[in-house]
């Protein structure tokens, strides 16, 4: 019964277009309040920002959850199951609860004339379920944008961070990286502090808005370096080193949030021990994310931007600065792919095109024009180069609903991701 039940919660949220964006706070608000506003029940550190913001999130979640703290994360997009996107203390909502939600909302907001998107629908079980479960404090991810996206339906947060800011989604969020730090810095709630980097290319945007809402800006106070040696990444924090699970030279920038907000928390309530964040660092994952998989020297990173791929790019070359790479890469038309490719690619690498079954996704012939020596390859021909690899290192990339239908296919996700 619970997988039909699923089966039934995700029909109805994919029978609402799955690439519909509304942006807008007038209809969420209204079925929250129907459900009793439990958003305004909740503890929230908010965040938003182009690139990085999924890490972050998951860095801080693992870091409370270690501390104790009874810990939401909502997080997108998913890459097999939409419960993935709705977790506490890094268990994922039981597909059970995630239908009984997904289904009273969705008849809720049917009988009383509003129109859920499939973000604002997800979004109101999350907060609902976060309130109905008594988290003790939730890390919020933004969709899109900030200022009118679904999870800014709250009138309070205990934090806003904004991670690194550059040019996506031009279409919605505007052209230029202030029109975009705009929108990013919509999530500011006024009398509420937030937390951004003094180099973020919109802080300039982001300080003024607060300024306007008489909110505290808090910038990071000290330096992360990060180390990689013996196979081993690193990271030194105030002359302390920790064993960090996550590559990614991006993650510096993340982990001097992480640490200033795991400050700002000391000093405002909470406890978070030296003990806690270094268990969290060691074990903290984040799926599909520059993971890299040693058994298969496999690496997977759903790069979908220019400023993402520029920074995957130096990644790569100061982890795997000698490999030989062979790419498996993909993308939707709504993304500045021909700038991914041109950033990623190096002359010397190895390039197939994996053609997905999704809307907008570019077809082979369209990518070819880019990279002429690129070829296509298809589900069996991957899983063997995967598997009777020896030497170079695959990296899958692109949209992140390419990785998930391959991930999702025959070549099961256990056999290539380890248990979490």
Request: glycine share 6%; aromatic share 10%.
């Amino acid at each position: 019964m619970e997988n039909t039940n699923y089966e039934k919660a995700i029909n109805l949220i994919t029978s609402r277009e799955k690439f519909h964006i509304c942006l807008g706070l007038e209809r969420i608000l209204k079925v929250l309040e129907l459900l009793g506003n439990p958003q305004e029940k909740l503890n929230i550190i908010h965040v938003a920002g182009t690139n990085g913001k999924g890490s972050t999130c998951a860095i801080l979640s693992k870091i409370l959850t270690c501390a104790g703290y009874k810990t939401g994360l909502y997080t997108s997009p998913h890459i097999l199951e939409y419960t993935e996107r709705i977790k506490i203390n890094q268990k994922d909502i039981s597909k059970n609860d995630f239908a009984d939600l997904i289904t009273e909302i969705a008849v809720l907001a049917k009988i009383n004339g509003i129109y859920l998107t499939e973000f604002e629908l997800l979004t109101a079980a999350a907060y609902k379920h976060f309130a109905d479960k008594e988290t003790d404090i939730c890390v919020i991810e933004t969709g899109l944008g900030g200022r009118l996206d679904a999870t800014s339906a709250i009138s309070k947060n205990l934090l806003s961070i904004i991670t690194s800011i550059s040019l996506d989604h031009v279409d919605r969020l505007g052209d230029t990286i202030e029109k975009i730090a705009y929108e990013k810095a919509g999530i500011i709630k006024s009398g509420y502090p937030v937390l951004i980097g003094s180099q973020n290319k919109g802080f300039e945007t982001v300080k003024n808005i607060a300024n306007e809402k008489s909110s505290t800006v808090l910038t990071p106070q000290k330096s992360v370096e990060l180390s990689y040696e013996n196979k081993k990444n690193y990271a030194v924090y105030d002359n302390q080193k920790y064993e960090f699970n996550l590559l990614g030279l991006w993650q510096k920038e993340n982990l001097e949030l992480v640490f200033e907000a795991v400050n700002y928390l000391n000093q405002n309530g909470y406890e978070i021990s030296q003990a806690a964040i270094i268990k969290a660092l060691k074990q903290v994952s984040w799926v599909c994310r520059m993971q890299y998989i040693p058994k298969f020297n496999l690496l997977i990173d759903g790069t979908h931007n220019p400023d993402g791929a520029r920074v995957l790019r130096q990644s790569l070359d100061y982890y795997f600065p000698e490999t030989k790479r062979v790419w498996i890469y993909g993308s939707l038309q709504t993304k500045d792919y021909k700038k991914v490719m041109s950033t990623l690619f190096r002359q010397e690498d190895e390039v197939y095109f994996y053609n997905f079954e999704y809307p907008n996704s570019v077809p082979f012939k369209t990518l070819k024009e880019f990279v002429p020596a690129g070829l296509p390859i298809n589900l069996r021909e991957l899983e063997y180069l995967i598997t009777e690899n020896k030497q170079s290192l695959i990296i899958i990339s692109g949209s992140f609903y390419m990785i998930g239908q391959i991930l999702n296919s025959s070549f099961s996700y256990s056999q290539v991701i380890p248990a979490q």
